[in-house]
């Protein structure tokens, strides 16, 4: 069997996202490789949008192709957010943050009308499994480690924030549970924990064919 060519499935998932995307839209940026494929797209198009990004890293590469990137302080609001996932299940939930930008990740997705998850064929899975990504804050580090049992510290590397990186290494059987457990531990700042109601669609890329799943948070009319 034939294995797929991930790289060629990220294109094109990246693709179909990119035409989504209007003349005059407030338009998020997220983080990783498919994101990375996203950005030539919608230079290539040539539209007068407004953008903000996840990381440094697509910020730069948004200039880069012609896009106008602001800071995200003054903006209430995104019309579409796009974004990548390290694990996306059947009923919506994600994985995201291996590049430990998932703070900026959530806030940019809850802002958003619209919140497009653009995968590989990889991505998918039956259920999610460890590492889920985690950013914590360094005060009370240890005592927040203890607080999440199977909590393993990523080392130097912070957050664009200042927030220290983590993953959580435990199996879990429900992600729902897990995330209300994380939310309610004060040191844990965000998670990699994504729920299907800030996703409105996700595009699946599997060779040259995208599927499109709809998951919720349907976009909503100006």
Same mark, same amino acid.
């Given at each position: 069997?034939? !294995?797929?060519?991930?790289g ?32 030539p797209?919608?230079?290539?198009? /040539?539209? *007068? ?13 948004a200039?880069?192709? /012609? ?5 995200? !302080? &003054? ?8 974004? /990548? ?24 997705? *809850?802002?958003?009308d ?11 899975? &039956?259920? $999610? ?6 950013? $914590?804050?360094?005060?009370?580090? *240890? ?16 957050? %664009? ?5 983590? &993953? ?6 429900d992600?729902?549970?897990? *995330? ?5 531990? %004060? ?9 299907? !109601? ?17 998951? /919720?948070n349907?976009p909503? !009319?100006?």
């Amino acid at each position: 069997m034939t !294995s797929p060519d991930i790289g060629a499935e990220k294109r094109a998932a990246a693709q179909a996202a990119s035409e989504l995307v209007e003349d005059g839209m407030r338009v998020g940026l997220g983080s990783g490789t498919t994101v990375a494929e996203l950005v030539p797209a919608l230079g290539r198009r /040539g539209l *007068a949008l407004t953008c903000v990004a996840t990381s440094p890293a697509t910020a730069d590469l948004a200039r880069a192709h /012609g896009l106008r990137v602001e800071p995200f !302080s &003054d903006i209430e609001k995104l019309d579409i957010a796009i974004d /990548g996932a390290d694990q996306v299940d059947p009923l919506g939930w994600l994985v995201k943050g291996g590049g430990g930008a998932h703070t900026r990740e959530r806030i940019v997705a *809850a802002a958003a009308d619209r919140f497009v998850v653009i995968v590989s064929s990889d991505k998918p899975v &039956d259920r $999610l499994h460890p590492p889920v990504p985690l950013e $914590l804050l360094a005060f009370g580090l *240890a005592a927040t480690v203890r607080a999440v049992p199977g909590t393993v510290l990523r080392g130097a590397p912070r957050t %664009p924030d200042g927030g220290v990186l983590a &993953d959580l290494q435990r199996e879990f059987d429900d992600a729902a549970t897990l *995330a209300r457990m994380l939310d309610a531990v %004060p040191g844990v700042v965000s998670h990699g924990l994504f729920a299907p !109601s800030l996703v409105s669609t996700v595009l699946v890329a599997r060779g040259a064919d995208v599927e499109e799943r709809i998951i /919720g948070n349907p976009p909503t !009319s100006t």
